[in-house]
């Protein structure tokens, strides 16, 4: 019922991240992901945070913007004047479409106005600001944009051509922080080789990218399991990294004296826990039950954390060992089995790649020949 012209499913794997202390709880994180290490990594991580009291997080509210584009204007800025005159009635008509959500106390709160030099003429853009509570909110604030927009031609004279949610959504910001107790044992060395590690992806985007991609793995593992909009997501995050101009981290670590790192993580995250496949998928609801989030705020607030523990995790390894070591081990079951491995002999290719210490492709394939030339002895076939 999801989506259409249905022929299959692509099961992903739900891991369940643990260590984690949330604004004083206790959380399991279910993180749906196809990526080995990312759920270890993660878990490891939050150990860090657990005794200096876990990550606590921050919410600005869940404002979303939809953008409504009025073109054809002779005077752009008198009608984004006239539509500051009318806010109110503006605000009430965007309202009569959704008696629900205001009855629950949001709905649309306030208006903002941008005029945009285009290619071919300024257009003014309409902003609607609209609280959408426990919802991601796109149908809510999508139909306010269609509703409005006539009223918004009849007042400026201007014809309407874009009216669509914002997935830049700055007024749907999420903070976390954590202090992760002297991860290094006090090794001056790699917490010199930690902060050149962070420090690349504050200045140049190409590292900055990298740096935000390990942050996501967190983020949109969770985003996934609780059922919400991904793309959404990613487009938020990386436009909001993005803000001062030059793409970078969403991340800040500073280093403390006595060795302890603290780490904070700013981005928008518009997800929910009532509407779209949140709640008419059984597995969403099954990992929303497993978080005990309440509301919108929490979830964000859990999600946000998790992606500042990965983040942390990444640098961490790339300062130390460099990610391959622990990466390619987790991953040598999927290599087993890309090699030709039974079910029944993956335990057994592990366990001499292990011995061997080594996890490549080709050392791994070598083991399942070896394996099977035996069997085929011992079986006289
Ligand atoms: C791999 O999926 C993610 C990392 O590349 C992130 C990073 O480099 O910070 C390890």
């Known amino acids: 019922r999801l989506i259409e012209n249905v022929i299959g499913t692509i099961p992903i794997p739900i891991g369940v991240a643990t260590n984690f202390k949330v604004n004083n709880r206790d959380v399991l994180i279910p993180m749906a992901t196809e990526e080995p290490s990312v759920v270890a990594a993660a878990s490891h991580a939050a ?6 009291g876990g990550f606590k ?5 869940s ?11 002779k005077n752009p800025y008198f009608a984004m004047a006239k539509l500051y005159e009318k806010k109110r009635d503006i605000l009430e ?6 008696p629900t959500l205001v009855s629950l106390g949001g709905g649309a709160t306030d208006i903002e106005m941008h005029v945009i030099g285009g290619e071919h003429e300024k257009v003014l853009v309409a902003h609607l600001i609209v609280n959408t509570l426990d919802a991601m909110g796109a149908n809510a604030v999508n139909t306010m944009a269609e509703a409005c927009a006539p009223f918004l031609e009849e007042l400026t004279g201007g014809k309407v051509v874009l009216r669509i949610l914002s997935n830049l959504a700055d007024k749907r910001i999420v903070r976390a922080s954590a202090i992760f107790e ?8 790699i917490l010199k080789r930690f902060k050149y590690g962070y420090d690349l992806a ?3 985007p190409y590292r900055a990218a990298t740096h935000n ?8 593992s969770v985003v996934l399991a609780t059922g919400n909009d991904t793309r959404a997501i990613e487009a938020g995050a990386h436009a909001y990294a993005a803000k001062n101009g030059h793409y970078q ?8 004296g006595n060795g302890d790192i603290y780490g904070m993580i700013e981005l928008p995250l518009a997800v929910g826990l009532v509407g779209g496949a949140t709640q008419s998928h059984p597995v969403a609801k099954a990992v929303t039950k497993i978080l005990k989030v309440r509301n919108a705020e929490e979830l964000a607030g859990v999600i946000a954390s998790v992606g500042l523990a990965q983040n942390f995790a990444a640098i961490r390894a790339l300062a130390t060992d460099g990610i391959q070591k622990g990466h390619m081990k987790l991953h040598a079951r999927n290599l087993a089995a890309m090699a030709g491995a039974k079910e029944h002999q993956i335990d057994q290719v592990i366990e001499r790649a292990t011995n061997e210490g080594k996890f490549t492709f080709d050392s791994i394939k070598k083991i399942v020949e070896k394996l099977n030339k035996k069997g085929v002895r011992e079986n006289g076939r």
């Open 47 to 52: 150990k860090y945070t657990y005794e200096s």
């Open 182 to 189: 002297d991860p290094f044992n006090g090794d001056k060395d």
């Open 93 to 98: 008509l965007c309202n009569q479409q959704d």
């Open 57 to 61: 997080a921050s919410y600005s509210g």
């Open 63 to 73: 404002y979303m913007r939809a953008q409504v584009q009025l073109t054809e204007l």
């Open 213 to 220: 991609k390990g942050i996501m793995n967190g983020i949109t």
């Open 249 to 256: 981290s969403l991340t800040k670590f500073e280093v403390s």
């Open 202 to 204: 504050t200045k140049d």
